[in-house]
């Protein structure tokens, strides 16, 4: 998901790239797209316009701007008022917010190696670069006379609560550090800002380096004749013309696992998406997490925390490590012991075939449909044809909104795009009003990395007069010429849950940039997407969108119950391997820096048997060397916000459930008090306003039938 946009509090004083290119950076304004606003509508960046050598010198005039006007607040001879110093901060680096959306929006989703080496320059120039504000002591100074004197300021309640977090954010960044342990500082998020962009690089490169080649047709039986050709095309792409490539997504579990019939292939493909980063060469990530761990652990240090963990999370809604650890127990033990019995009835189905070995996770996915087809008669290759992308994100994604906020959708062909794929769309409200334009990439390529995820080009902001722009991604493999985009349930239930991180984009309605939108912390922006992910097999939505690509009849009643029956099946291979990931993101950063060990591999084993989850046939989702929400940046010492999340959204589903479901009364509620308030408001009390009630974790664990075990085994072997 997207990372919650914050300011770019910066300064380029001791940057290189400023320090070098200033005379450049005149010259290159007149010709620069990206330092001029944009004229297209919405302020869309103009993709045709913006070339590579662009960004550098647009990073560099765009902090040399935002710092010349920084440096006018902090010395402003009048008093500190909220107008000349918040007010003015929040105006400031219009420009730079503006480069480093666009910049960093397509190093994630079409990046090359130009941008590639731009991204490893800028990250550690853009850590000064904040750090060089928050450690700004006149500045503060500003603000700490202005928050002590809140209680006498007149601030309505969003001015009030900015100024709060100013604060907050300025003490977090070291602002009250003596001068010797700012310099430490700095330093520290330098490196930790290089170490992030390796260990993303490495993943997205070894992502492309490691597909699986496979020499012969008959070794993918049990894939469909679209898919091989798409493996064909890739293997002819990769220079391995007559062979076939199969990609790695970047997670331990691989989708074609569930359809290859041949166990040798499932073994090489799981041993190879397991081996990621950890078995030497270029792209192995293994020194760069344990370096990640430490600096991050001594960063923490000095500014007066525990651990990592205990310093992020003191600025989430579960506040400190014991929750987190709680709510992982919670989970950990009756996922694992559902897994178990799960695995028992892959054993037998095994058995019943006479395949004569013990289940390996390479073996779930595929054995696990052939159990669910005998319980619910699911298989998934019955659902596909009645999943074609187009009515999947028409008449349900969109006809879901329509109905509930009363939105409508125009595709927009004459705007440019960053890639041939990408399709755009003008949002309506309910009275016609324009709302937002939204960008539509789902299609994998190599270019892009892994996962989906929804970011933000422009934010909303009624101080700034902006309208927002946002992008929905997912990496769905796009099929041979002529063919149709077919999708499994998963790929359906994401494109409703990015979805929801774009609602919230979409329908912020805040007056400062601070606020916009996703700007809420971690543990809560899954929220939204989660909940609206429950439309995607409501009922009059599923038969909008579910029909047949060739015929048009609509999924038939049977299909529909065994998809429903089939929801709380295998979750406790679900849930396992999720809080298996849980448990390594919180080791690594529950460290002291004396404690992060030198071995990768023999760390997270024992941390996952400590935790109980040490299953293999359960994998985790994610192994410390491709972890990239852990160790990319977002989501360090967070992923467990998944979670903490869901507990929301399970709650909030139940409410829409009892409360009529799929109304605009509902909707309209769930906008006003949670959608559109961004981060202007504490997030739990945002939460309370909707449902009227306090988080309860009973409504998540029924939910994946955690409260009860799986269905009986069914095979007498």
Known sequence: ????????????????????????????????????????????????????????????????????????????????????????????????????????????????????????????????????????????????????????????????????????????????????????????????????????????????????????????????????????????????????????????????????????????????????????????NRATVIRLARLRAERAALLGYASHAAYQLEDQTAHNVETVNHLLTQLATPAVANAKLEAANLQLMIGREHGGFKVDAADWEFYGEKVRNALYQFDESQLKPYFELNHVLIDGVFYAAHQLYGLSFKERHDLPTYQPDVRVFEVFDADGSPLALILIDYYARPSKRGGAWMNEYVSQSALLGTKPVVANHLNIPKPAAGQPTLLTYDEVRTAFHEFGHALHGMFSHVTYPRFSGTSVPTDFVEYPSQANEMWALWPEVLKNYAKHYQTGEPMPAVLVRRLLNGQKYNQGYAITELVGANVIDQAWHQLKPAEVPADVVGFEAAALKQAGVDFPPVPPRYRSTYFAHSFSGDYSAGYYSYFWSEVLAADSVEWFNTHGGLTRANGDRFRSTVLSRGGSKDALQLFHDFTGGDPDIKPLIRRHGLDQPPAELLFDG
Not at 35 to 46: A, I, K, M
Not at 209 to 231: P, Q, Y
């Open 1 to 284: 998901m997207h990372k919650p946009t914050l300011l770019l509090l910066a300064a380029c004083l001791a940057s290189p790239l400023c320090a070098d290119e200033p005379a450049a950076a005149p010259a290159a304004v007149s010709t620069n797209p990206l330092l001029s606003e944009s004229p297209l509508p919405y302020h869309l960046p103009p993709f045709n316009l913006i070339k590579d050598e662009h960004y550098a010198p647009a990073f560099a005039a765009a902090m040399a701007a935002q710092l010349k006007e920084v440096e006018a607040i902090a010395t402003n001879p009048a008093a500190p008022t909220f107008d000349n110093t918040l007010v003015a901060l929040e105006r400031s680096g219009v420009i730079l917010n503006r480069v480093n959306a666009l910049f960093s929006n397509l190093a994630g989703a079409n990046t090359n190696p130009a941008l590639e080496q731009i991204e490893a320059d800028i990250a550690p120039k853009l850590a000064a670069h904040r750090d060089a504000i928050l450690l700004n002591g006149a500045l503060f100074a500003r603000i700490q006379r202005l928050y002590a004197q809140r209680e006498s300021l007149g601030l309505d309640a969003e001015s009030r609560w900015l100024l709060e977090r100013y604060h907050r954010d300025f003490v977090r960044g070291g602002a009250q550090l003596s001068d010797a342990d700012k310099a430490k500082l700095k330093a520290l998020n330098a490196d930790i800002a290089t170490a992030q962009t390796t260990f993303t690089q490495n993943v997205q490169k070894e992502k492309n380096a490691d597909s699986v080649i496979v020499d012969t047709r008959a070794e993918l039986a049990g894939l469909t004749e679209s898919e091989i050709a798409t493996a064909a095309a890739a293997a002819q792409a990769e220079g391995h013309p007559g062979k076939f490539s199969l990609p790695l997504l970047n997670t331990s579990g691989q989708p074609l696992l569930a359809s290859l019939r041949n166990r040798a292939l499932r073994l090489r493909l799981m041993q190879a998406s397991l081996a990621r980063g950890s078995h030497g060469g270029p792209y192995d």
